[in-house]
């Protein structure tokens, strides 16, 4: 499997680097304008009483807390990785397909476990012929807004795809207490370069309590259902690169229709100036089509160059240096 090796800052990874801006202006507005109301999802009385259906893909849209935002933009910055892996196209589809197959799933999880709770409450008091039985919310009511169930899903992702590059241990005794027969009992921890993912996700699933466990499990079941190649349409589907464009560079489309616009009101124009213009448009083009074969080359190159050991990188340096 090739290696990923680190990567500095977005370079090549426009998706993250736009996802990440969004997702903080987002969240910006919803704190200046206060209107966090509107990305909060519950089943009683949002969805039962005033039929707000759309809360189902739009409570994935932005956190309402300081500690969920900044957990959530580290965790996707280090999932950058995956864009890498997937490709920018492809990683921007895999975001919307999870994000698509997260709100649904965990509507009815929560629509059918709050059900399946009530009954149960109305069955044992009918059947012990208690006292009379009345709705009430439950647990399962309502959860913590946020793309917790993407982040969840990409996290299975980025263990399974994303391969290791190094691993260290830390001692948990002291060393020199021991006699050294007996230093290789001493107690010590194997860690991997991939352990600040998991005390970061760690933290974003135990943040908010029970409220974030739900959409956390789901996001995993269905994480593992992509990487078991078994969620229906996640590997075929690809975003339109049209639409991929206008995400990645929404001022130069817009550019684009004013460029349109002013022509059809500007009049006739000359042959040679529309030549001129279109000869441009096909430079540019020519020039971002070589610009993105020269990115995805590097990548190939640095994906599938191994990560020398740090013993010959010292080796090479005091050489370097000697010669």
């Known amino acids: 499997m090739p290696q990923i090796t680190p990567i500095k800052g977005f370079i090549n990874t426009p998706v993250t680097k736009k996802v990440v801006i969004f997702s903080t202006i987002i ?42 935002y900044l957990l959530t933009m580290i965790l996707w910055f280090h999932f950058k990785n995956l864009e890498r892996f997937y490709g920018s196209q492809k990683y921007l589809s895999l975001i919307l397909i999870l994000s698509i197959y997260n709100g649904v799933v965990t509507f009815l999880i929560m629509s059918l476990g709050q059900l399946l709770i009530n009954f149960i409450d109305y069955f044992i008091l009918t059947t012990f012929k208690l006292n009379g039985y009345t709705y009430f919310t439950t647990i399962l009511n309502s959860i913590v807004p946020g793309p917790i169930g993407i982040l969840s899903s990409l996290y299975i992702c980025f263990g399974t ?18 006699n050294q027969e007996n230093h290789s009992n001493s107690k010590e921890l194997l860690l991997t370069d991939h352990f600040q993912i998991h005390i ?40 339109p690169t049209t639409l991929f464009k206008i995400f990645i560079n929404p001022f130069k489309i817009l550019n684009n229709i004013i460029n349109l616009i002013r022509r ?8 040679n100036q529309i030549i001129d213009d279109e000869d441009q448009n096909e430079e540019s083009n020519e020039r971002e089509e070589i610009v993105d074969d020269m990115r995805n080359n590097e990548s190939e190159i640095r994906a599938e160059t191994p990560v020398r050991p740090l013993a010959s990188q010292f080796l090479d340096t005091f050489r370097t240096r000697g010669d």
């Open 27 to 68: 969240t910006i507005l919803v704190s200046i304008f206060q209107i966090k109301y509107l990305f909060t999802l519950s089943i009683d009385p949002l969805i039962l009483e005033y039929n707000q259906f759309w809360r189902i893909l739009t409570f994935q849209l932005s956190v309402i807390n300081e500690s969920d």
């Open 161 to 178: 795809y994303i391969p290791i590059s190094y691993q260290f241990k830390i001692l948990l005794s002291n060393p020199f207490k021991n």
């Open 200 to 239: 970061l996700y760690t933290l974003l699933l135990f943040n908010n309590g029970f409220k974030s466990f739900v959409p956390s499990l789901i996001g995993l079941f269905i994480g593992k259902l992509y990487t078991s190649e078994l969620l229906p349409g996640s590997k075929s589907w690809l975003l």
């Open 264 to 271: 059809r009101f500007n009049g006739y124009q000359s042959i």
